[in-house]
């Protein structure tokens, strides 16, 4: 089990998550089966909790990054990858997102499109879009 100590929390329990905050956290306690780590002072900043993509769907976002952004099959398009660190602007970042709502069969509203600025934060809203859908 689990407990956090702090001013303001909120996240689901289940994957895919939705929406998570946590604001003002100072410090983390951890206790797992009995075993007991320290607290941990966190710096200001901003602490997320999120469940990863399936590879398979990482892969894919890489893959339709690289064709929208005419990237070479060989460069390196990863997870922690930033739309922006690879050259995309504000339109080629909504032509990703078309990319992605063909590919996979979802639709992305407006407001969810414009926070996203890496690969792995678009397959883990997939995976959140596909996870409704069924």
């Given at each position: 089990m689990a407990s956090i100590t702090a001013s303001s929390v909120s996240f689901s329990a289940s994957c895919p998550l939705k929406q998570?905050?946590?604001?003002?956290?100072?410090?983390?306690s951890l206790s797992f089966s009995g075993k007991s780590f320290p607290?941990?002072?966190?710096?200001?900043s901003r602490f997320r909790i999120a469940c990863a993509a399936k590879p398979e769907t990482v892969e894919k976002v890489c893959?339709?990054?690289r064709k929208q952004l005419?990237?070479?099959a060989d460069s390196a398009v990863t997870?922690?990858?930033?739309?922006a660190s690879l050259?995309?602007?504000?339109?080629d970042t909504v032509e990703i997102v078309m990319?992605?709502?063909e590919e996979f069969g979802i639709s992305v509203e407006e407001e969810s499109a414009q926070t996203i600025t890496t690969v792995q934060?678009?397959?883990d809203m997939i995976e959140n879009l596909k996870a409704k859908k069924a």
């Open positions: 998570n905050q946590v604001s003002n956290l100072k410090k983390v607290s941990l002072r966190l710096q200001p893959e339709i990054v005419a990237l070479p997870g922690e990858s930033k739309f050259g995309a602007d504000s339109l990319g992605l709502e934060e678009a397959a």
